[in-house]
């Protein structure tokens, strides 16, 4: 493994690690709908300006309902249970 994918693998430990201890601050204080929309929001906020950057085009009015549900059901809905 190179040293930049081992950089770029730490990184995404640290921000998903990360997240989970902010989950555990914000949610006695918002709840855990909010806490759980506002992660979802953020989230796909980040990818879509990636997607931007990166030149990739999302498709977003052919493909709304799956975006929709992916995220419910992937991102959303155990957020909010966990």
């Given at each position: 493994m190179r040293r930049a994918d081992l950089a770029r693998l730490l990184a995404l430990a640290a921000l998903w690690g990360g997240s989970f201890m902010f989950m555990r601050v914000?949610?006695?204080?918002?709840?855990?709908?909010?806490?759980?929309?506002?992660?979802?929001?953020?989230?796909?906020?980040?990818?879509?300006?990636?997607?931007?950057?990166a030149g990739l085009r999302a498709d977003l009015s052919r493909y709304r309902r799956v975006y929709l549900w992916a995220g419910l059901l992937t991102s959303a809905l155990p957020f909010f249970l966990y």
């Amino acid at each position: 493994m190179r040293r930049a994918d081992l950089a770029r693998l730490l990184a995404l430990a640290a921000l998903w690690g990360g997240s989970f201890m902010f989950m555990r601050v914000l949610a006695p204080h918002f709840g855990p709908a909010l806490t759980a929309d506002v992660r979802v929001i953020v989230g796909g906020l980040v990818l879509l300006l990636w997607m931007h950057v990166a030149g990739l085009r999302a498709d977003l009015s052919r493909y709304r309902r799956v975006y929709l549900w992916a995220g419910l059901l992937t991102s959303a809905l155990p957020f909010f249970l966990y």
